[in-house]
C-alpha cells in the first residue's frame, strides 16, 4: 500500500482517532529523516508489534545549539517516503517547522536533572529541545508503543524519565545500535565525514570495545579505564575527544568503581573535523 503523507496537525489528530476508534494500536518512530539501517530497525519493530506504524520525520530546530548544524543537517525526504513505503510504513508525518512552532510558540518539556549530565554539558539546551518536540509527537500521535535507538543512549532514558514524571500512558522501546561492519554506528551525520576522517572515526567504536574488554577482564576502576582509553586518543591528533565516561546506565550518574551485576554505559563523544560523533556501548559487570 502507498503510505500516506500528513503535514498538519488538524490532519494527525483526525487520522489517530479514527485509528484508535477502530481499536488498532499505533507504533511511533520519531526521526529526522535521511533515513539508514539504523532507523529502519526501528520501523521493522515497529511494523512487527503495531497494527499501525507512523514514522515522523522533523529536523527539530530546538534540538540544535546556535553554532550547530541545524542549516546543514542532511534531508532527502523522496529518498526517506521511498524507503518508508518500502518497509510498508502507513503514515509518515512530515510537518513543517510552522505548523509545529508558530510564531507564538512558547512551550518547553524538560527533564531538569539528568538533561544537564554528560551530553548536557557540551548541548546545553540539546535535551530540553528533544523532550518537547517527543512530547507534541506524543500529543499528535498518542502511540501505544515508541521506538527510540540506544545510539543516543542518554536521550532515551531521559525520554523515559519525562514518561514516568508526566504519567504517559506509551511504552517507550530502545533498540540496539546498529553498525556499519567496520564498527562504526550508523548516523545521518557520517555523510559529513570525508574518507579520511571516515578511517579515523574507527578509533570511536575500537576504543569502546576496548575499555569493554578491560572492564570484563575485571578492571572496576573507572579511571584505570578511561586513562587507558584516553591514550588510544592522545595519537590522533585530528580527533578531538570531547569526553570518554562510564555512567550507571539508569542514572546517567558517573562512578568511580564498577560493581558486580550492574549495566552501565561507556560513553565517548569527539569531534574529527567539524563533524561530532557520539557512541556507546552498554556492558554488565
Ligand atoms: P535521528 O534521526 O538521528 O534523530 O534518530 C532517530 C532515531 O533513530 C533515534 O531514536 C535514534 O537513537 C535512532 N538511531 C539513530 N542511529 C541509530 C543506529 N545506528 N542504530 C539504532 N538506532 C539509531
Known amino acids: 500500500m502507498k503510505i500516506k503523507i500528513i503535514k498538519t496537525v488538524d490532519e494527525i489528530h483526525s487520522t489517530v482517532k479514527a485509528i484508535k476508534l477502530s481499536g488498532k494500536s499505533i507504533g511511533l518512530v520519531p526521526t529526522m529523516g535521511f533515513l539508514h539501517r539504523g532507523h529502519i530497525s526501528l520501523v521493522k519493530e515497529s511494523k512487527i508489534k503495531n497494527d499501525i506504524t507512523i514514522v515522523s520525520v522533523f529536523v527539530n530546530p530546538t534540538q540544535f545549539g546556535p553554532t550547530e548544524d541545524l542549516n546543514k543537517y542532511p534531508r532527502d525526504i523522496d529518498k526517506d517516503t521511498a524507503l518508508l513505503e518500502a518497509e510498508g510504513v502507513d503514515y509518515l508525518f512530515l510537518p513543517d517547522e510552522k505548523e509545529i512552532y508558530p510564531d507564538d510558540y512558547e512551550t518547553y518539556v524538560e527533564v531538569t536533572k539528568t538533561s ?147 549495566e552501565y554505559y561507556i560513553l565517548i563523544a569527539a569531534r574529527i573535523g567539524t563533524t561530532r560523533l557520539i557512541d556507546n556501548l552498554l556492558v554488565t559487570v
Open 116 to 262: 544537564k549530565k554528560q551530553e548536557g554539558e557540551f548541548r546545553p539546551s540539546h535535551f530540553k529541545g528533544v523532550t518537547t518536540i517527543v512530547s507534541i509527537l506524543f500529543n499528535c500521535v498518542c502511540p501505544d508503543n515508541a521506538y527510540f535507538g540506544r545510539k543516543d543512549a542518554q536521550q532515551a532514558v531521559i525520554i523515559k524519565k519525562m514518561v514516568k514524571d508526566l504519567k504517559m500512558d506509551i511504552n517507550v522501546v530502545i533498540m540496539p545500535i546498529i553498525r556499519e561492519d567496520d564498527g562504526l554506528a550508523l548516523s545521518s551525520r557520517n555523510i559529513y565525514l570525508n574518507k579520511e576522517e571516515r578511517e579515523r572515526s574507527l578509533l570511536l567504536s575500537k576504543s569502546l570495545n576496548e575499555a569493554k574488554i578491560m572492564i570484563e577482564s575485571g578492571e572496576h576502576l573507572v579511571n584505570n579505564v578511561i586513562k587507558k582509553i584516553s591514550n588510544m586518543f592522545l595519537k590522533e591528533s585530528t580527533i578531538h575527544l570531547n569526553y570518554i565516561r562510564i555512567v550507571e546506565a539508569s542514572s546517567f550518574n558517573e562512578i568511580e568503581q564498577l560493581e558486580k551485576g550492574k
